[in-house]
């Protein structure tokens, strides 16, 4: 690679980012006439949402019975098997919950979103509305951004719901910690800023993938390669960009 080519690097990133950002704008200027036609906003909620469920139901079972397994394995170490309950709220309500879930919202939904769009662009849907004066970001792009903005807070509080179950699974009913204990410490010690702190990336996460999503569906290329690569690139920038505004959000609320 050439020194040229080297230092279009950074430019290319840095323009990348100015026009997710303008894109990020102009969906924002549509959201408020979009809300006009809710049944349009609870169909993509339900369509980023309620699909997801599953395999976030799934992952944060299994999550959460690995947190059970590897908490005990180490506060037995320390003689505080009792403390399981505690690790487990905090690791799923900080960082676990809102992370994966993010993962898993950029892999499915995102991509779902990304390959809707783009085939309406591939199919010249998008150009045939212009066309008859429909505006396509508060018809198209607005209320599939806001589904998925609603919905990731949503479902990362049913992942960590389900994960605290796994914990609460495998900690108590196969390990032997008492019930009481692991309820108990846990809600003595989880503070209203630990739960805030998951609220506050869970939404920061929604915006940052829905919004990705859709700018990638929307400036597609036409083809069905186009938009197989846009699908691509919508789940790397997603994870790339929430485990990095993770470790910011948390450097901030530390």
């Known amino acids: 690679m050439s020194t040229r080519e080297r230092e279009s690097l950074p430019l290319r990133a840095l323009r990348a980012v100015g026009q997710l950002v303008l894109f990020l704008l102009q969906v924002l200027a549509h959201c408020g006439p979009a809300l006009a036609r809710p049944r349009l906003i609870v169909h993509q909620i339900y369509n980023a949402g309620a699909r997801s469920l599953i395999i976030v139901m799934l992952s944060g079972l299994f999550v ?75 018809y198209v792009v607005a209320p599939r951004f806001l589904g998925g903005v609603v919905a990731m807070p949503l479902l990362v509080a049913i992942f960590n719901i389900v994960g605290l179950l796994g914990a609460q699974l495998v900690g108590v009913q196969l390990m032997g910690v008492d019930r009481g204990a692991f309820w108990s410490q846990m809600q003595g010690s989880v503070e209203l800023n630990d739960v805030w702190e998951g609220i506050v990336k869970s939404g920061v996460f929604g915006l940052a993938c829905s919004s990705i999503a859709v700018h990638s569906g929307y400036t597609a290329e036409p083809t069905a390669e186009g938009v197989g690569l846009a699908a691509t690139r919508t789940v790397v920038a997603s994870s790339v960009l929430v485990l990095l505004l993770d470790y910011v959000l948390t450097a901030f609320f530390l």
């Open 64 to 138: 959460g019975m690995v947190l059970g397994l590897q908490g005990f394995d180490l506060l037995q170490r320390f003689g505080s098997e009792d403390a399981l309950g505690i690790a487990a709220a905090l690791s799923l309500l900080k960082e676990l919950g809102p992370v994966v879930t993010a993962l898993l919202f950029a892999g499915r939904a995102g991509t779902a979103l990304t390959s809707e769009i783009g085939l309406m662009r591939a199919t010249d849907q998008i150009t045939a509305m212009q066309m008859m004066a429909v505006d396509a970001m508060r």
